[in-house]
């Protein structure tokens, strides 16, 4: 079965800190994205980041970055100097077979000044 | 300049009605999907469509049809409205129509409620 966990529904980092949001996935496609979207209390869904299932690179946009472990099928959220617009919920996202898209449950993250 | 747009953001209506959630996108995107994400902030895809193709058939009732008049626009129209309904919908499109090797960008949402 294809699923997808968040094991922290809520999380939170004082201002400036950094923090990891985990995320475990199970697919059977062989090229694939994985993503992490942001949701603030605008409710706006909005792409954070994405890695290429076949680059063994983590990806990096700015202060937020990837740790993606393929064998383990990890792939962890890291913000970096944490500011209070961070503040919001973050869903992993990824496909699956027959043109599905997966979702997370998400973690909300509070940062704290 | 909006990619995704949604109208209305905002839906209250009485429980049997039928209404409507309008989606256009300007980014020239071949596909076009409706989400529908629940009370504990879960997201699940409902539709998707790929030149006026409708590809992703979820186990949604029938009261819910996707309207597509051309591939800027993905239309929900809901029939007969039901408690349960109440969610807020996203509508979102990416380049191409295979979800594993694409990124979808969102509208802003819909927030339904049912009376």
């Known amino acids: 079965a294809q699923t997808v966990t968040q094991s922290q529904p809520e999380m939170s980092v004082q201002e400036a800190e950094t923090v990891t949001l985990s995320c475990t996935y199970d697919t059977s496609e062989n090229n694939y994205y994985l993503f992490w979207y942001k949701q603030p209390p605008s409710r706006q869904m909005i792409l954070v980041i994405r890695q290429e299932a076949y680059k063994q690179q983590n990806a990096t946009e700015n202060r937020f970055s990837v740790n993606f472990q393929k064998a383990a099928k990890s792939f962890s959220l890291k913000i970096s100097d944490s500011q209070l617009g961070d503040t919001a919920m973050y869903f992993c996202?990824?496909?699956?077979?027959?043109?599905?898209?997966?979702f997370g449950t998400g973690t909300s993250l509070t940062v704290i000044p | 300049d909006t990619a995704v747009s949604q109208t209305p953001k905002y839906l209250v209506t009485q429980m049997g009605n039928d209404k409507s959630i309008k989606c256009e996108q300007n980014?020239?995107?071949?596909?076009m999907y409706w989400y529908k994400q629940d009370s504990k902030k879960f997201l699940k895809i409902m539709f998707s469509?790929?030149?006026?193709?409708?590809?992703i058939n979820e186990t949604v009732p029938n009261r819910f049809s996707p309207k597509s008049p051309d591939k800027a626009h993905l239309n929900l129209h809901i029939n007969s409205l039901e408690l349960g309904d109440s969610a807020v919908y996203f509508c979102?499109?990416?380049?191409?129509?295979?979800?594993?090797?694409?990124?979808?960008?969102f509208g802003p949402g819909t927030r339904l409620t049912v009376l």
């Open positions: 469509y790929n030149n006026k193709e409708l590809i």
């Open positions: 980014l020239g995107h071949d596909t």
């Open positions: 979102a499109s990416s380049l191409d129509r295979t979800p594993s090797t694409d990124t979808q960008y």
């Open positions: 996202a990824f496909p699956a077979t027959g043109n599905q898209f997966y």
